[in-house]
């Protein structure tokens, strides 16, 4: 579990992302990339310590596993029916 303010920050804003991308049509592996990358610029920067990267990268793994964190946020509205009088 993320506790640092800072580090659940980062993982919004990553999940957020991925999410989008996921909305955007982009596979699986597409997004695997962008969270790889995503930590990748994260250690490169030195922004967080070591380990707690270590525990953001869990965890956004976690979430991209979980097939709920990608269904349809909007509930599909009904469309009109063409009624014959």
């Known amino acids: 579990m993320l506790q640092d303010s800072l580090t ?4 919004q804003r ?3 992302a991925m999410v989008e991308l ?8 597409d997004i695997r990339n962008y ?3 995503y930590i990748a ?4 920067t030195g922004s967080l310590e ?3 990267i270590h525990r953001l990268e869990d965890e956004a793994f976690r979430f991209l596993r979980d097939p709920s964190n990608f ?3 909007y509930p599909q509205t ?3 029916t063409d009624y014959r009088y």
């Not at 659940?8 to 993982?11: A, H, V």
């Open 22 to 29: 996921w909305r955007r049509g982009n596979r699986y592996e």
């Open 50 to 52: 070591a380990y707690k």
């Open 78 to 80: 009904q469309t009109e």
């Open 8 to 11: 659940i920050r980062y993982y």
């Open 14 to 16: 990553l999940t957020d």
């Open 35 to 37: 969270m790889d990358g």
């Open 41 to 44: 610029c994260l250690r490169h």
């Open 71 to 73: 269904e349809l946020a």
